[in-house]
C-alpha cells in the first residue's frame, strides 16, 4: 500500500570506477567511515510549501538528520559536524568541491535536493567518493509529503547498500511491547514504531496482558499472545483493519507464536495438562498439525528461512536447551551443549545462525551459533536479557534488557537494545516508555 | 474403588521418593527459604480459616515439597465441604528465566497442584488452570528471597 507511494523516477547509473570506497561491515568496526551530510537543499517556494503542510521549517535539513542518525547508529559510519562544512548546500548538490570535503576529512558525501512538485515530496540524492572526487550513487523519489522520513530511511538504505554491499534495515519497523507500572502490576500494550523510534503507534488499549507480537513476511500482520477474557491464546492482527482473531480452537494456553517464512502458517506451543508442544496452524485451510509429541516443555519455535527447518527451546533433556528438527518433526537434534541454560532460538534471515538467550551463573547473555551448534559466541552479558530479533539483513540484533531493583523492590526498568553480530555497536533504542519483546520487520520498501 | 486406592498410594510414595531425593541434594534453610523454597508466610493469603490459597516451587521445578502437599490436602479437603467452589489455579514462575518458557513452566506447576488436588477426589471439572509465567510477581525484589515467593501456584476461587 505504502510501498506503492513511492515511484522511483530516475535511476542515474552509478558510475562504476576503481578504488571507490567501501566499508566492510564484516569485522567489529572500530573506525567508522567519515561522512559529510550535507543539508539538502531547497528553493525558497518549496520550503514555504512545506512548512505548510508539515510544520517543519527546512524539510531539507530534517531529511538530512534522519539519515545522518540512522548512519550513527549503524556503528559504520562518523557523520561529520556540520560547522565545518565550507561549501553551500545547492552547490555542493550539482558540484562538490572535493578539496573542500576533503579537507574536513570527509571520505564520503552525500549532497540532495527536496522540492515541492504538485503538492507532492520529490527528494533527490547522491552519494560521492571524496578521494576519488566521483560520483557513486544518485536517485530521486516522489511522494507524499508526510512519508518524509520513510524517504530518509529509503536513503540511508541506499547508501548503505552501495558502501557495504549488503541490503540496509533502516526502512524498517519493530513491534514491541509498550510497558508502564509498577513490576507487580504491569500494564502491556503492542506497539509499533519505525527503526529509530519515531511514529510509535499503539494497537492495543492496555486491558490485557499482551506478549511476544510478531511480524509475517509482508509486515502487514502480526501474531501476538493475548490475554483477551483471561485466556491466553495466540492472535493474528491485521495491522491497517485494526482486526483481531484468535488462532485456532485449542482447549488450553498458546503461546510463543512465529509466522512460517512463507507467512501461510502460525507455528507455536500449546500447552495442555502440564506439557507443552509445539504445533502450526495454516491460515488458509485452518489445518492444525502437531510437530513434536514429548512430555518435556518444547517452545519458542522458529523456521528457517528455507522453512525446511525449525529450532526450538525444549527441556527434555532435563535443562532449557536449544534443537533443530525438520518442520515436520523428524530428526530431532540438540544443538546447544555449552554450560548453562539455553532459550528463545532465533533464525538469521541468512539461514547461517541462530541467536539465542543464555542463562550462566546468574547473568543473562544474547549470542549466536552456527544451526549446527558449533561457532557459539556471546555478544553481551547482563543481568536481565532475553528474545533477541534479526535485522532483515541479518547484520543487528534487537533484544530486551531488564534492569534489578533496588533493595525496596523499586526502580525496575525495562528498554530495548541493539548489537551488532560482531559484538560491537551495543546501544539503547529509543522508545516512549518502557519496552520488552522486540521483533524487526523485514524491508518495508523494494 | 481398591485398585484406585493402590494407585493413589503408589503415586504418593513415588512423589514422596522425588521430594526426597530433591532435597538431599540440598537442605540449606534460611529462616524463610528451605533450599530455595519459599517457607514463610508474608504473601500468603487463607482460602478459609488454616486454608493457605498457595504452594511454592525450587527454581526451574514443578515437583510439590512435602509442605505443598500438606498445603493441596488442605485445600482438597476444603473443596469437598464446599462442593459448590470451583477454582482456578494461577501457575507463575520468578524473573529470571526467559518469556516464552516460564509461561510453560506456570502451566507446569499450576498442573502439578491440579493433578494432587485429583488425586484427593476433587473433579476436574472443577478446577482451571491459568499461566502467568513471570508476568505476575508477588514480590518487585531482585533477589533470591522474592524469586521464591513468585515461584508458585496460587488457588483462587473462581465464583
Redesign the interface.
Known amino acids: 500500500m505504502i510501498k506503492k507511494l513511492f515511484i522511483l523516477l530516475a535511476i542515474l547509473l552509478p558510475i562504476k570506477a576503481q578504488a571507490l570506497i567501501e566499508v566492510d561491515i564484516t569485522r567489529g568496526n572500530l573506525s567508522p567511515l567519515p561522512v559529510a551530510v550535507s543539508p539538502l537543499s531547497i528553493d525558497e517556494n518549496s520550503k514555504k510549501g512545506f512548512e505548510k503542510i508539515l510544520k517543519k521549517k527546512d524539510i531539507g535539513s530534517e531529511i538530512s538528520i534522519v539519515i545522518e542518525n540512522n548512519l550513527k547508529q549503524s556503528g559504520l559510519f562518523n557523520p561529520l559536524n556540520k560547522d565545518a562544512f565550507l561549501q553551500k548546500r545547492d552547490i555542493a548538490h550539482l558540484k562538490p568541491r572535493f578539496e573542500d570535503w576533503a579537507l574536513i576529512k570527509a571520505q564520503a558525501l552525500i549532497t540532495g535536493k527536496v522540492t515541492l512538485v504538485d503538492e507532492k515530496l520529490r527528494v533527490e540524492f547522491r552519494l560521492w567518493d571524496v578521494l576519488a572526487a566521483k560520483e557513486m550513487l544518485a536517485l530521486a523519489f516522489t511522494t507524499v509529503p508526510n512519508n518524509w522520513r520513510r524517504v530518509g530511511h529509503i536513503i540511508t538504505d541506499k547508501i548503505y547498500e552501495r558502501l557495504t554491499g549488503e541490503k540496509g534495515y533502516f526502512d524498517t519497523r519493530i513491534i514491541y511491547v509498550a510497558e508502564q507500572g509498577p513490576k507487580t502490576k504491569r500494564i502491556k500494550k503492542l506497539a509499533i514504531m519505525d527503526q529509530d523510534g519515531f511514529n510509535t503507534k499503539y494497537l492495543t488499549l492496555g486491558n490485557e496482558l499482551v506478549l511476544t507480537p510478531r511480524f509475517n513476511p509482508t509486515n502487514q500482520m502480526v501474531t501476538y499472545l493475548s490475554y483477551f477474557r483471561n485466556l491466553p491464546r495466540v492472535y493474528l492482527l491485521d495491522i491497517e483493519t485494526g482486526i483481531q482473531e484468535v488462532v485456532g480452537d485449542f482447549p488450553g494456553m498458546t503461546f510463543a507464536p512465529r509466522f512460517s517464512p512463507d507467512g501461510k502458517k502460525i507455528i507455536m506451543s500449546f500447552a495442555t495438562d502440564g506439557n507443552s508442544d509445539i504445533y502450526t496452524m495454516d491460515l488458509e485451510n485452518r489445518i492444525v498439525e502437531r510437530i513434536t509429541n514429548h512430555p518435556s516443555i518444547d517452545t519458542s519455535p522458529s523456521y528457517s528461512p528455507d522453512g525446511k527447518y525449525i529450532c526450538f527451546n525444549s527441556d527434555r533433556s532435563g535443562y532449557q536447551q536449544i534443537y533443530v528438527m525438520k518442520s515436520n518433526g523428524s530428526k530431532v537434534k540438540r544443538i546447544s551443549f555449552g554450560k548453562g541454560l539455553y532459550g528463545t532460538p532465533v533464525w538469521s534471515p541468512r539461514g547461517d545462525l541462530i541467536a539465542f538467550t543464555k542463562l550462566h551463573k546468574g547473568k543473562f547473555y544474547i549470542g549466536v551459533m552456527r544451526t549446527d551448534g558449533t561457532g557459539e559466541r556471546l555478544l553481551t552479558e547482563n543481568y536481565y536479557q532475553e528474545a533477541p530479533s534479526w535485522s532483515p539483513n541479518g547484520r543487528v540484533l534487537i533484544f530486551y534488557r531488564e534492569t534489578k531493583t533496588d533493595e525496596k523492590g523499586e526502580g525496575f526498568t525495562a528498554k530495548l537494545w541493539s548489537i551488532d553480530l560482531t559484538g560491537y555497536n551495543e546501544r539503547q533504542v529509543s522508545t516512549e516508555t518502557d519496552a520488552s519483546d522486540p521483533s524487526w520487520s523485514s524491508l518495508l520498501s523494494n | 474403588m481398591n485398585l484406585n486406592k493402590i494407585l493413589k498410594n503408589a503415586f504418593l510414595v513415588v512423589v514422596a521418593c522425588m521430594v526426597l531425593t530433591a532435597c538431599a541434594t540440598q537442605k540449606k534453610s534460611t529462616g524463610q527459604m528451605q533450599g530455595d523454597v519459599y517457607t514463610g508466610t508474608d504473601t500468603v493469603e487463607y482460602l478459609a480459616s488454616g486454608v493457605p490459597d498457595r504452594v511454592f516451587f525450587a527454581t526451574?521445578e514443578?515437583v510439590l515439597t512435602t509442605r505443598s502437599r500438606d498445603t493441596l490436602r488442605k485445600q482438597a479437603a476444603w473443596l469437598r465441604k464446599n462442593p459448590d467452589i470451583n477454582i482456578v489455579l494461577e501457575g507463575h514462575a520468578d524473573?529470571?528465566?526467559?518469556?516464552?518458557?516460564n509461561?510453560?513452566?506456570g502451566?507446569?506447576r499450576?498442573?502439578?497442584a491440579?493433578?494432587y488436588l485429583m488425586t484427593y477426589g476433587i473433579s476436574a471439572s472443577r478446577i482451571s488452570?491459568?499461566?502467568?509465567g513471570k508476568?505476575?510477581?508477588?514480590?518487585?525484589?531482585?533477589n533470591p528471597l522474592?524469586w521464591s515467593k513468585n515461584r508458585r501456584s496460587v488457588t483462587v476461587k473462581a465464583n
Open positions: 526451574n514443578s524473573e529470571r528465566g526467559t518469556r516464552e518458557y509461561l510453560a513452566l502451566e507446569r499450576a498442573n502439578a491440579k493433578d488452570v491459568i499461566s502467568y508476568e505476575r510477581p508477588v514480590d518487585s525484589g531482585s522474592a
